[in-house]
């Protein structure tokens, strides 16, 4: 079958520069967003989450931002690099135990 | 940090097998959860449990059933594996009063 690849949008970035990955969701009722990192061949790795009573929060070197007024949260990485490439998707809490995860987009960081 | 380690990374199985795939956590962890992971339709819940013997259905729990007999183990168990199950397995668990929820490195899976 076709690799996971070919279905996800691309965000192609310069080693240094900023990037923004952005993400909707659906349900208004969600009260606790997250962001992971998924790298080739491995599982989700823990990122940076955020409560729907926040409107940004901060990390290292990433920061998320929520919109729930258009229900938009984006991920930015400052001076990204080769190892930053990877697939990023966000999740939503929906209900008692129920994330819901978006299909990612996969960074790609050239030198 | 915490460790959830699936034990098994890659499997190739034939249809109608009985496969078993297991998940550990070291963090003594009240959660815990099995996902499946397919291109274009992201994580799907199949089981989780909140405790030692619970378990509740996700959302393809079709095919599937779930044992947990010790707090840190949760095993996965395809009672007669078919080709539609051929999948990335993602095992993870949470802390009961956390919201992070920490995955395992995966089990590829392929049914023939």
């Known amino acids: 079958g076709e690799s996971v690849g070919l279905h996800l949008p691309t965000l192609s970035v310069q080693e240094g520069d900023n990037s923004i990955i952005n993400c909707a969701y659906s349900?208004?009722?969600?009260?606790?967003f997250i962001w992971y990192k998924q790298e080739s061949g491995k599982g989700p790795q823990f990122i940076i989450d955020?409560?729907?009573?926040?409107d940004k929060r901060q990390g290292q070197r990433v920061t998320v931002l929520l919109n729930k007024t258009v229900k938009h949260l984006s991920l930015q990485i400052a001076a990204t690099q080769p190892g930053d490439s990877a697939v990023y998707f966000c999740?939503?809490?929906?209900?008692?135990?129920?994330?819901?995860f978006g299909t990612g987009t996969r960074l790609l960081v050239s030198p | 940090d915490v460790k959830v380690t699936q034990s098994s990374r890659y499997l190739v199985k034939r249809t109608g097998e009985k496969v078993f795939l297991e998940c550990v956590q070291d963090?003594?962890?009240?959660?815990m959860f099995w996902y499946r992971q397919d291109p274009g339709l992201g994580l799907r819940l199949i089981y989780f449990?909140?405790?030692?013997?619970?378990?509740e259905k996700g959302d393809i729990p079709e095919g599937y059933s779930v044992s947990r007999e010790k707090k840190e183990r949760f095993s996965l168990i395809l009672e007669s594996a078919s080709t539609n199950q051929t999948s990335m397995y993602l095992c993870?668990?949470?802390?009961?009063?956390?919201?992070?929820?920490?995955f395992g490195e995966g089990s590829w899976l392929t049914v023939v």
């Open positions: 955020i409560r729907s009573n926040m």
């Open positions: 999740a939503e809490r929906a209900g008692f135990q129920k994330l819901v």
């Open positions: 449990s909140y405790d030692v013997k619970m378990k």
């Open positions: 993870a668990s949470r802390e009961g009063t956390k919201d992070t929820i920490y």
């Open positions: 349900n208004s009722a969600s009260d606790y």
């Open positions: 963090m003594d962890h009240e959660n």
